[in-house]
């Protein structure tokens, strides 16, 4: 295993254990708005969609500056500490996230059954669908590194992304 390999591993344990904590967070949360003020929830759920819209919409104006900059060679490397901080801290502080459980988790939990069995079911099944995007896009990381040098490419994938943000915050404040 090269040591590229290793420090991408890193990342990805503390993003699975970021996504861990946000998805239990926001299912009790969840479950606690639902039980004690559906009104709430409804008002939540919008606002979250109105949030991820703005988001998209942001995304879809941005002018590609967020491309790579090429000279990395000088730079120290993170530890590994440091490497799974970093991906627990993205995981837990993306709005994005936590506005994607609380809408995605109410279906999915009943007051028949016990949360923590609940939990950890859909909480397993978010970590292994999280692992393999996380495999994916770090597989498709080099081939991406070199389009993503480049400001056009950056504003392309920012507006794909961007529209699919717009759809999904639409969908999530008027269902």
């Keep these: 295993m090269t040591i590229g390999v290793?420090?991408?591993l890193w990342m990805m344990l503390g993003e699975l254990a970021g996504v861990a904590v946000v998805a239990v967070l926001a299912a009790v949360g969840v479950a606690a708005l639902l039980l004690n003020y559906p009104t709430a929830f409804t008002a939540f759920k919008i606002i979250g969609g109105l949030y991820l819209?703005?988001?998209g919409?942001?995304?879809?104006?941005?002018?590609?500056?967020?491309?790579?900059?090429?000279?990395t060679q000088n730079q120290k490397p993170a530890s590994r500490i440091e490497l799974a901080l970093q991906g627990f801290l993205t995981a837990i502080s993306n709005p994005k996230g936590w506005a994607f459980f609380v809408?995605?988790?109410p279906p999915f939990l009943s007051t028949q059954s016990s949360l923590f069995d609940?939990?950890?079911l859909l909480v397993s099944i978010i970590l292994l669908l999280e692992f393999v995007c996380l495999l994916i896009y770090a597989?498709?990381?080099?081939?991406?590194?070199s389009i993503l040098m480049q400001s056009a490419n950056v504003r392309l994938?920012?507006?794909?992304?961007?529209?699919l943000?717009?759809?999904?915050?639409?969908?999530?404040?008027?269902?």
């Design 139 to 145: 597989a498709g990381g080099l081939t991406l590194r």
């Design 53 to 55: 819209g703005f988001i």
């Design 57 to 71: 919409l942001q995304m879809w104006l941005s002018r590609g500056k967020m491309a790579i900059k090429a000279d």
């Design 165 to 175: 943000m717009l759809a999904v915050g639409l969908w999530l404040a008027v269902r």
């Design 157 to 163: 994938l920012n507006r794909i992304a961007g529209s």
């Design 6 to 8: 290793k420090r991408t």
């Design 103 to 105: 809408a995605l988790l």
């Design 118 to 120: 609940q939990l950890l």
